[in-house]
């Protein structure tokens, strides 16, 4: 009966919208997922771009397990030798003087944390974040989201007050004739933004260091050594939300890294345990961290860091450590180059684009060469995007769907092999 409903179309489409037919997923090995009827698909978005380490890795579900039978819960206002543990690992693998480690539950949660953070040590209200972006779906993290299809019921249910938003660095946004052009236009108009909002009232700039369900989009080269340095030049924090970048989907720890800029800020979920439990949280620089301890700030909630999840997490950045990032790092350029391959055959694709394993195939209407408007504005017509999607299932490779849905995400497990990478 509850599988009934759940294979009800209506109630697929109430929490996420996709036109895919709703298959029930009971196993995963790797790369794979199996669903109730033993079919076989190629995870081709990671679950929801979280699964890095593939799915049922034994070392992070021995990890769980031995978790639960020493101690499942320990309060997160008291110590736990598992939590400092990896509080420890977390600093050490961060860029930098990124050292404070405050944990959450969910990616929102971590954006939560990280607004209140920034707020308090800058004792200043707004935050500044980008259009087309996602960093979550709570009452502060949803209003920091500015991607085409939440920002149309936004108002009623976020916090959208205190917060700025910033044109992103995409090519249809300026009228840049080169890469470098489109970095400085683009950062040029950050500082406008914030000049206009006035320098002593902003907190922080919150932005994903690759753009994640907004369509995998890379920065041009510059545009975050010059956010950086508005940052500084205004004493503005910079937040890098890594809660898809992070962990080996970029190539390194954190997306940032690959744009060499350090941020004052990151914050993180999903790859974190491998999604084998639910952890979050913000790694803040070693000043701010000072600042929090000598002030009154009460962080926290009772599931924030807890054991089974740190477990978890402890096991995946070993599994990671020991090899799964550089794997990942290997198989990426080939990825890229097969859907390279794609870009040059089919007419309707208009680019593609992305960094280490999270890429987007953008599609546009070959006869006007207009990218398809998303389906929340003008009904879906035309838009191939949910077709192909819906047969790439039926054919057995899972894709993920670009929130303004004119994309097609690709983001597999950082184990997946060259020869998924050609069935895919
Ligand atoms: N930030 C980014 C960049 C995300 O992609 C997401 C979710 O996809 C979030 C934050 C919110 O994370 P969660 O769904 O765990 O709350």
Not at 15 to 34: C, L, M, Q, R
Not at 58 to 82: C, F, G, L, M, W
Not at 257 to 267: A, K, M, R, S, Y
Not at 314 to 319: D, K, L, N, S, W
Request: proline content about 6%; overall charge negative; aromatic content about 8%.
């Amino acid at each position: 009966m509850a599988n009934e409903r759940l294979k009800d179309e209506s109630v697929i489409k109430h929490w996420y919208d996709t036109d895919d037919e709703p298959i029930t997923i009971v196993e995963g090995d790797d790369a794979t997922v199996y669903d109730d009827e033993g079919t076989a698909y190629l995870d081709f978005l990671s679950q929801l771009y979280c699964c890095n380490a593939g799915h049922s890795n034994e070392q992070i579900t021995a990890a769980i397990t031995k978790q639960a039978e020493r101690i499942p819960y320990v309060s997160s206002a008291k110590h736990n030798d598992t939590r400092s543990r990896l509080a420890t690992d977390l600093a050490e693998i961060a860029p930098g003087s990124l050292s404070d480690v405050y944990f959450a539950i969910s990616g929102s949660e971590a954006n939560e944390t990280a607004i209140q953070i920034a707020r308090t040590v800058q004792d200043a209200p707004t935050v500044l974040t980008r259009w087309q972006s996602y960093h979550g779906g709570t009452y502060g993290a949803g209003g920091l989201t500015g991607d085409p299809g939440t920002r149309k019921t936004l108002e009623r249910r976020a916090a959208t007050t205190g917060v700025g938003k910033f044109l992103p660095p995409l090519p249809d946004a300026f009228d840049a004739e080169t890469p470098e052009e489109l970095a400085e236009q683009a950062a040029n108009h950050v500082e406008f933004v914030l000049r206009n909002e006035d320098p002593d009232s902003v907190a922080a700039i919150v932005t994903e260091p690759i753009g994640g369900t907004s369509g995998a989009y890379p920065a041009p080269p510059g545009y975050f050594e010059r956010l950086r340095e508005i940052c500084d030049k205004y004493d503005v924090l910079l937040v890098s939300d890594e809660v898809i970048t992070g962990f080996g989907r970029c190539g390194e720890w954190f997306g940032i890294q690959t744009e060499d800029v350090q941020p004052d800020l990151i914050t993180f979920a999903k790859g974190v345990t491998s999604a084998y439990a639910p952890l979050a949280g913000v790694i803040a620089d070693a000043w701010i961290g000072e600042e929090i301890r000598s002030g009154s700030y009460d962080l926290g909630q009772t599931f924030a860091g807890h054991p089974i999840s740190c477990a978890a997490a402890e096991a995946a950045i070993e599994v990671y450590r020991d090899g799964l990032i550089e794997q990942g790092s290997q198989v990426a350029p080939y990825l890229e180059s097969r859907l390279r391959d794609l870009e040059e055959r089919f007419d309707v694709i208009d680019t593609v684009r992305g960094r280490g394993l999270l890429w987007s195939v953008v599609f546009a209407d070959p006869k006007t060469n207009e990218p398809f408007v998303h389906p929340w504005v003008d009904g879906n017509a035309n838009n191939p995007v949910a077709d192909v999607r819906s047969e790439a299932q039926e054919r057995g490779t899972l894709f993920g769907s670009g929130r303004p849905d004119t994309q097609v995400i690709v983001a597999p497990p950082l184990c997946v092999t060259r020869s998924e990478i050609d069935e895919a």
